[in-house]
């Protein structure tokens, strides 16, 4: 058989299409000719031919590849449909499209129910195949061709020739050529409506083909340009809530898998489409609180133990054990926060006892081994890192006796059930087992009610986690990642997480994202990246230092001597570079304490200045000093410390000491005080250009080696978390990928505006008010009188003085000018859906808060008030969402 590829793509000097067959291990690479740089050719003749054939066509510059086209959905052809034998095909370059979200599983499986099928075998001696993508079509649709010949059914409405849906939103058709009676064919496609038996026809003048001459055993294959209908674009609506924060009557103190297949029900019941959930990862470190955290995970891919419904797996067989887990189980649920220990230890105390009843017999059915095949390149590490936690009493690989790294070696024993390797660690497959198809059950519950259940991406992973353990080459931890100041964190955020070593993980193709995003589909259809600008740069924090004030940007163009001065900046190294500690800054800080300050913690440097003692040079050292301490007096003298530390006007680069970083936020600080007013006003010249314009490029190009791997990895809607300080290559990203913004009117993208409009929303964006890491409504209109007063007039058009506490009646008139924005999604927190009823709500809003950025060791323990059970059945209140809903023209 011979293929005859075609392809018109423009090129400049020097670059060569190369066409990319995928095969089971490897892609065959095929370099194709050119007369004039535009139109591409290959003939390729195949002895064996395959019965199907995957490919993408891509751009190469010297044997590098600088271009491929969009991987989600790759050039496909089908030969089981023909025994022809010459084929010619006529492709287009396949770009991301800017309606790419419809090829998301989000809208092909949940909202428009799109399955693909196979071609049925025909017989024609010659054929002519047209394929085209149709996005647009709805749930009950699928697509069809007529035109002017006979064989195309002579323009007659009742002979629409159906296509098969050959790949996701692209369908495939194939015609007797030899049953035509013109080479000229003119033809359009239609959406065939089956649930209200009518058509729609695509809009645009006829399609025009004039076909070459054809003979025995021909076959051409057209991608012809899309088939668009007149359809609007689809706007929804949702809800978001941690797993954990759910209730219901049959849970045990924390929100389970089976508690979010009743919440699926209830969204759906509204009318609303997506349910967006915090991550659900195992964050099991110290078996404490701490743990508590959802966004420090100690694997990617194993999910925490505590989400396992109880009510699924089989009933205890010992009667008083029965008796008594049902007894704990009610004195949990009973609870208006979550215990986090006491729920954790009784949720393993039950899963040890099911496992002891049930485990042998589960584990040798072919469900879990289907499982344990799918699942061992992780789980089996997984596994065996948190039995040696366990068995060490500590999470830090590094203070154990031995298996301080991952050895793969070790693996041949701990998939072989007869060794006592395996045993020591099967419980922990077992569990992960349950959870995976409990999670599994619930995005087919979600899939099949038309709901998107939409994930979270953490930005980073613990230090001490298996991910770590197991790939630490992949990992910096000689850095903690965070966020520079913002409006939430004055002293910048640290998560503690190790930053990632980029430069190994693109020697792979960045293996270990795609793995996770793939292992990340099998439960959700869209994702939340979390501080997507870490895949632009990271705000690295030394080791040492608590706050987030001495980090820098990494990777960034830092900066020389030279380039500082050529500011108009007298740059002083050493009196720039070290922490600004002189009398009169003593004076304003410490006030009556600041002998005390000197006495203790101080030595001179210089007749102007001091530093600190060598015992309490870094903010880690007074960290330690400091760390039984409670009364607030001290815990003040303790923060003043740290903040002599961070006051630098610059920091060194990491990597170089003879490069130099400014300090963020560094005009709030002492040492930019005591410079002269023409040397503030060179560092805010360069101050501004190094954060707002200096790395744009740098980093547009350090996130597009990154990001398209991920956004192609699988076929979730790709949505992320873009706030806080956002350099103008964040949105050139974003649009070339088409990834979802996040948008908030409280926190405006566009800096002219104290309050955004939501009328300017883009269509490709997610809208909300609050988030788990923000204040909810109701907190934020108590938080600041004047803004709120201000918000009140301007931006709801409203007379006099604004109330407070806020009412439910004004709480849903903001919800529903969110509604009816442009913004595709239009997901709101559970507590500000509750706001809107005054009856339903928690009378203390401070209570609905699940978490405060300030503080990196806060306790996640919020929970709903009211059970699942009780708002499905407050009639009042579903009416008034769905008509919400409704009326914002979301469904």
């Known amino acids: 058989m011979t293929l005859h590829f075609n392809l018109e793509y423009k090129t400049v000097f020097g670059e060569q299409i190369v066409l990319n067959i995928q095969r089971e291990?490897?892609?065959?690479?095929?370099?194709?000719?050119?007369?004039?740089?535009?139109?591409?050719?290959?003939?390729?003749?195949?002895?064996?031919?395959?019965?199907?054939?995957?490919?993408?066509?891509?751009?190469?510059?010297?044997?590098?590849v600088c271009k491929t086209e969009w991987l989600l959905l790759k050039h496909r052809l089908d030969m089981t449909s023909t025994r022809c034998e010459d084929v010619t095909l006529y492709d287009h370059w396949k770009v991301i499209p800017e309606d790419a979200y419809l090829y998301s599983s989000a809208f092909t499986d949940c909202i428009n129910h799109q399955a693909v099928a196979q071609m049925e075998p025909q017989n024609y001696?010659?054929?002519?195949?047209?394929?085209?993508?149709?996005?647009?079509?709805?749930?009950?649709?699928?697509?069809?061709?007529?035109?002017?010949?006979?064989i195309l059914g002579a323009w007659n409405s009742q002979k629409v020739i159906p296509m098969v849906q050959h790949s996701f939103c692209e369908w495939v058709v194939d015609i007797d050529a030899s049953a035509l009676q013109t080479n000229h064919l003119e033809l359009k496609f239609v959406a065939i409506n089956h649930k209200k038996d009518r058509l729609l026809w695509e809009t645009g003048m006829n399609r025009s083909i004039v076909l070459p001459e054809m003979k025995m055993g021909d076959m051409i294959s057209y991608e012809l340009d899309q088939a668009f209908f007149a359809h609007w674009n689809r706007k929804l609506a949702g809800t978001q809530v941690p797993v954990f924060s759910l209730r219901s009557e049959k849970s045990a103190g924390v929100g389970d898998f089976g508690d979010l297949k009743t919440m699926i029900d209830l969204v759906a019941s509204t009318g609303q489409k997506v349910l967006q959930l915090l991550p659900i990862n195992d964050t099991t470190i110290t078996h404490t609180w701490t743990d508590s955290y959802p966004y420090s995970c100690i694997s990617v891919f194993a999910i925490h133990p505590m989400y396992a419904d109880l009510n699924a797996l089989p009933a205890l067989k010992d009667k008083k054990a029965c008796e008594k887990a049902e007894k704990t189980r009610q004195e949990l649920n009973a609870l208006h926060q979550i215990d986090y220990e006491k729920v954790n230890d009784f949720k393993q105390d039950y899963l040890q006892q099911i496992f002891a009843q049930e485990g042998k017999e589960m584990m040798s059915g072919a469900d879990f081994k289907a499982f344990f095949q799918e699942t061992q390149q992780w789980l089996v590490p997984y596994a065996q890192y948190s039995y040696l936690r366990d068995k060490n009493g500590t999470a830090d690989f590094s203070q154990w006796p031995d298996h301080n790294v991952w050895d793969e070696a070790e693996r041949k024993d701990l998939t072989n059930p007869e060794t006592k390797a395996y045993q020591n660690v099967e419980f922990f497959y077992f569990v992960q087992f349950i959870l995976n198809k409990q999670m599994q059950e619930a995005h087919e519950h979600a899939k099949a009610k038309g709901v998107i259940l939409k994930g979270d991406i953490p930005i980073g992973v613990h230090r001490h986690s298996c991910d770590v353990w197991m790939e630490p080459k992949y990992f910096n931890l000689n850095g903690q990642a965070g966020a520079p100041p913002d409006d939430f964190s004055v002293n910048g955020q640290n998560w503690g997480f190790p930053t990632y070593n980029w430069d190994e993980m693109l020697k792979d193709g960045c293996l270990w994202w795609t793995r996770r995003f793939q292992n990340m589909s099998k439960f959700f259809d869209a994702y939340r990246i979390d501080h997507v600008l870490g895949f632009f740069r990271i705000?690295?924090?030394?080791?040492?230092?608590?706050?987030?004030?001495?980090g820098q940007f990494a990777p960034a163009l830092a900066m020389t001597r030279g380039e500082i001065q050529s500011y108009g900046l007298n740059f002083q190294e050493d009196r720039f570079t070290r922490p600004f500690i002189t009398d009169w800054?003593?004076?304003?800080?410490?006030?009556?304490r600041a002998d005390e300050v000197k006495e203790k913690y101080l030595d001179r440097l210089d007749e102007e200045r001091y530093q600190m003692k060598p015992e309490v040079d870094t903010q880690r050292k007074?960290?330690?000093?400091?760390?039984?301490?409670?009364?607030?007096?001290?815990?003040?003298?303790?923060?003043?410390?740290?903040?002599?530390?961070?006051?630098?006007?610059?920091?060194r680069d990491h990597k170089d000491p003879e490069l130099f970083h400014p300090r963020i936020s560094a005009q709030l600080d002492f040492i930019y005080e005591s410079l002269y007013d023409n040397d503030k006003a060179a560092f805010n010249r360069l101050y501004n250009d190094y954060f707002y314009r200096r790395n744009?490029?740098?980093?547009?190009?350090?996130?597009?080696k990154k990001l398209p791997k991920l956004v192609q990895a699988t076929r979730m809607l790709v949505c992320a978390e873009d706030l806080g300080m956002v350099p103008d290559c964040v949105p050139w990203v974003m649009n070339e990928l088409k990834i979802l913004s996040l948008e908030l009117q409280s926190m405006p993208k566009d800096p002219t505006v104290k309050f955004g409009h939501l009328s300017r929303n883009p269509y490709r964006s997610v809208c909300t008010i609050s988030s788990h890491d923000?204040?909810?409504?109701?907190?934020?209109?108590?938080?600041?009188?004047?803004?709120?007063?201000?918000?009140?007039?301007?931006?709801?058009y409203r007379e006099g003085p604004a109330p407070h506490p806020l009412p439910g009646w004004l709480a849903r008139d903001i919800i529903a000018r969110h509604l009816t924005s442009p913004s595709m999604l239009c997901v709101l927190s559970v507590q500000d859906w509750l706001a809107i009823d005054e009856k339903l709500r928690l009378p203390d809003a401070d209570a609905e808060r699940i978490n405060i950025p300030a503080n990196p060791k806060h306790y996640w323990r919020y929970r709903m008030h009211l059970s699942l059970e009780e708002l499905a059945a407050n009639k009042e209140f579903m009416a008034n969402i769905t008509e919400l809903v409704a009326q914002g023209g979301r469904n």
């Open 25 to 64: 291990k490897a892609i065959q690479k095929l370099p194709m000719t050119t007369l004039n740089g535009e139109k591409w050719s290959l003939d390729w003749s195949v002895e064996q031919p395959d019965t199907e054939y995957t490919y993408y066509y891509s751009v190469e510059r010297d044997g590098i």
């Open 125 to 150: 001696s010659k054929v002519v195949r047209f394929i085209v993508r149709a996005p647009q079509l709805r749930d009950g649709e699928s697509l069809g061709v007529i035109g002017s010949d006979n």
């Open 539 to 550: 705000w690295e924090i030394p080791v040492h230092s608590v706050h987030g004030l001495l």
């Open 585 to 592: 800054v003593l004076d304003r800080m410490f006030h009556e």
């Open 622 to 651: 007074v960290e330690a000093l400091f760390q039984d301490v409670t009364d607030e007096k001290e815990i003040w003298l303790r923060d003043g410390l740290y903040a002599l530390i961070s006051d630098v006007l610059f920091v």
């Open 696 to 704: 744009n490029q740098f980093w547009y190009g350090e996130a597009m």
């Open 774 to 796: 923000m204040p909810t409504l109701r907190m934020w209109w108590d938080e600041n009188i004047s803004r709120t007063q201000e918000y009140y007039n301007t931006m709801l």
